[in-house]
């Protein structure tokens, strides 16, 4: 399994306040993305990285910064939480390389973090 | 403007039985599709993929096909357990775009009944 630590796995925090997630992978793997699950919406992306201190907005980036100062680490700060961002949030890895013959574009993605806005 | 679309949000088959998840595009890019599934409070686990050069591809009981005419893919579960009792979501990507992101679509939620 690919190593990818999220943290923390589950939140409760106040509207207006600032959350910072926090995704960590011991892969070394370039690419790192956030992504949103809710219900009716599947996954939409919120930012990705490319590299360290290169990053891109996603299909859903309003409200949300990302930034990457290592590798290993990809941060998603929520702003000023609102209750329209309680959502499960992924962290997803991937090699550009490919991987075991299988084309390289599989990501694999963390245990989720619970967010829930009140 | 969704460009990954799973249209049937559940499916239940009767465990032995064929399970048969759809999933249609619009984005003539996409050149590389994935299925994942994904089990209540863990993260999405890659399951099988198909480039866009390949009509079928199969991995044990799990076949992904492709018709790009149609824009359309399917995976077969043969025979379903009730272990593949899961939601599974379809992903595609545009491999030339760089970013490697992928789009998914809204997931399917499969029951496999004993």
């Known amino acids: 399994d690919a190593g990818i630590t999220q943290s923390p796995r589950h939140k409760v925090t106040e509207t207006g306040t600032p959350v910072t997630l926090r995704c960590h992978q011991t892969?070394?793997?370039?690419?790192m993305y956030w992504y949103r699950q809710d219900p009716g919406h599947g996954l939409r992306l919120i930012h990705y990285?490319?590299?360290?201190?290169?990053?891109d907005k996603g299909e859903v980036s309003d409200g949300y910064s990302v930034s990457r100062s290592k590798t290993e680490d990809f941060l998603l700060t929520l702003e000023s939480a609102t209750s329209s961002q309680t959502s499960v949030y992924f962290c997803?890895?991937?090699?550009?390389?490919?991987?075991?013959?299988?084309?390289?574009?599989?990501?694999?993605f963390g245990q989720g973090t619970r967010l829930t806005v009140v | 403007d969704q460009q990954v679309k799973q249209n049937s949000p559940s499916l239940s088959v009767q465990e032995g039985r064929i399970s048969i998840l759809n999933c249609d595009y619009t984005?003539?890019?996409?050149?590389?599709f994935l299925w994942y599934k994904k089990y209540p409070a863990e993260g999405p686990t890659f399951l099988i993929s198909?480039?866009?050069?390949?009509d079928k591809n199969e991995d044990g009981r799990f076949t992904v096909f492709l018709n790009k005419s149609a824009k359309h893919l399917s995976l077969h579960i043969v025979p379903s357990q009730p272990g593949d009792s899961a939601v599974y979501f379809c992903?595609?990507?545009?491999?030339?775009?760089?970013?490697?992101?992928?789009?998914f679509g809204k997931g399917t939620k499969l029951s496999v009944i004993p």
């Open positions: 997803a890895i991937k090699s550009p390389v490919a991987l075991r013959g299988r084309g390289g574009t599989e990501a694999f």
């Open positions: 892969e070394n793997h370039r690419y």
């Open positions: 990285s490319y590299g360290v201190k290169d990053t």
């Open positions: 984005n003539s890019m996409f050149d590389y």
């Open positions: 198909i480039s866009s050069i390949k």
């Open positions: 992903a595609a990507s545009d491999t030339g775009a760089g970013s490697y992101q992928l789009t």
